[in-house]
């Protein structure tokens, strides 16, 4: 199967990624005829984990090349661009590293933040290296952590992006369910495990949802775009445990580019 060789180092190792939990088409003008000035924020999701190409420049921010902010900034008319999200940020990174790039001019924003702050690679390492138990335990904890306190930590990034981007659209792109049902090459990743991964993304998604329209943003749900083609289905736009291990359990270049851009481009034109 094609992630079993991973699978020994993973169960290991994956922790040690918890740093990381992380020809050009026709150009289209703004509304008003402008180009866009285009700030990308967010996490790993954001940065482009999980296409294994990164800017030499981007550090452990591991920026791609590959990833949607940057497709999009590629296939339509920009007068700036501003890739700021880095691997691992979680809404206060946002806070105090990422809005520096914002400012008046800024005319579209575009974040995915939430899962870290919740998480995320906690939820993964337990539900991979563990009993159906300890799965659904980590589960429960990120998404108590998602009603309690995530929708505070929302609110006052949010407030900040409009404070710092005054004129801006903002899009809020959301998480996939990670998985599909069925068989599946990865040892003891059961349905159920799988299934109760997918039931805390739908959790999370609702409160980045509510948060995103409460502050005036426009939602940009990822999980349709994403379905079939999670871990363990036939055709994988999400890793699985993978060689490096940070590319594990995040979309590939193919989820960016198939399903992310048209997410994003559903919004924005």
């Not at 959301?174 to 059961?190: D, L, Q, S, V, W």
Request: aromatic share 8%; glycine share 8%.
């Amino acid at each position: 199967m094609r992630h079993a060789r991973y699978f020994a180092g993973f169960l290991t190792t994956f922790t040690a990624v918890a740093a990381f939990a992380a020809a050009p088409a026709s150009a289209e003008p703004t509304a008003d005829g402008a180009a866009e000035n285009y700030v990308a924020l967010g996490d790993s999701y954001a940065s482009g984990v999980g296409t294994r190409e990164y800017f030499d420049d981007s550090g452990d921010c591991l920026r791609s090349p590959k990833a949607y902010p940057q497709l999009w900034a590629d296939s339509h008319e920009t007068s700036s661009f501003e890739f700021a999200a880095c691997s691992g940020a979680v809404t206060d990174d946002v806070n105090a590293n990422q809005l520096d790039a914002l400012s008046a001019a800024t005319s579209l924003v575009t974040i995915s933040i939430g899962g870290n702050d919740i998480g995320f690679v906690d939820i993964m390492t337990r539900c991979v290296t563990g009993d159906e138990a300890a799965c659904d335990a980590a589960v429960t904890e990120a998404t108590e952590k998602a009603h309690e306190e995530l929708p505070g930590k929302l609110d006052t990034t949010y407030a900040n992006i409009r404070d710092a981007a005054p004129n801006a659209e903002v899009v809020v792109l959301g998480y996939p369910r990670i998985n599909e049902m069925g068989a599946c090459g990865i040892p003891f990743y059961t349905e159920a495990k799988r299934q109760r991964i997918n039931e805390g993304a739908d959790e999370l998604a609702a409160v980045i949802a509510d948060r995103a329209a409460a502050a005036g943003f426009t939602f940009a749900d990822a999980r349709d775009a994403f379905e079939g083609h999670g871990v363990c289905a036939a055709d994988e736009w999400i890793n699985g445990p993978s060689n490096p291990l940070q590319e594990s359990f995040h979309p590939d270049a193919d989820g960016h580019a198939q399903a992310y851009l048209p997410v994003l481009e559903s919004v924005t034109g």
